[in-house]
């Protein structure tokens, strides 16, 4: 019988993902309650399915672009355990601390997270990206 290999598949909730590519951060200006970012060609917003870190004076957002008009708005605290959430790898918020993965709004794809990420409205004109936090 082998139970030592049984036992031995067993991760025990989670491991930290090694090789996950990491998100490029952008600056994020603060005006009033907003956050506005400015998306220009070099951006990986310029592209659908792109996502970064934006970071301004009143805190980070994940950022992913899901259509030509369309933008998420997420918080970087991971819902396990608060870690800030650095990865985005094959379409997915990734944590560093234990491999939970988050869709682009923020739905939980894999744990050991189990509640979705926080999400802000967003809107978008004249390439500029508005998150009202
Ligand atoms: S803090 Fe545990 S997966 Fe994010």
Same mark, same amino acid.
């Given at each position: 019988?082998?139970?030592?290999?049984?036992?031995?598949?067993?991760?025990?909730g989670? #491991? #930290?993902? $090694?090789?996950?590519?990491?998100?490029?951060?952008?600056?994020?200006t603060? #005006?009033?309650?907003?956050v506005?970012?400015?998306?220009?060609s070099?951006?990986?917003?310029?592209?659908?399915?792109?996502?970064?870190?934006?970071?301004?004076s009143s805190?980070?957002?994940?950022?992913?672009?899901?259509?030509?008009?369309?933008? $998420?708005?997420?918080?970087t605290?991971?819902?396990?355990?608060?870690?800030?959430?650095?990865?985005?790898?094959?379409?997915?918020?990734?944590?560093?601390?234990?491999? $939970?993965?988050?869709?682009?709004?923020?739905?939980?794809?894999?744990?050991?997270?189990?509640?979705?990420?926080? #999400?802000?409205?967003?809107?978008?004109?004249?390439?500029?990206?508005?998150?009202?936090?």
């Amino acid at each position: 019988m082998a139970l030592g290999s049984l036992a031995a598949a067993c991760g025990g909730g989670g #491991s #930290s993902p $090694s090789n996950v590519p990491q998100l490029t951060t952008v600056n994020g200006t603060v #005006s009033g309650g907003t956050v506005q970012v400015q998306i220009d060609s070099s951006s990986p917003l310029a592209t659908v399915g792109g996502a970064v870190m934006v970071r301004a004076s009143s805190g980070a957002f994940l950022v992913a672009r899901t259509a030509q008009e369309s933008f $998420s708005a997420l918080t970087t605290i991971c819902t396990h355990e608060t870690c800030t959430i650095t990865g985005f790898d094959n379409t997915n918020f990734v944590c560093p601390c234990h491999g $939970s993965r988050f869709s682009p709004t923020g739905r939980v794809v894999n744990g050991p997270a189990n509640a979705p990420l926080r #999400s802000f409205a967003t809107s978008f004109s004249n390439n500029v990206l508005t998150i009202s936090v």
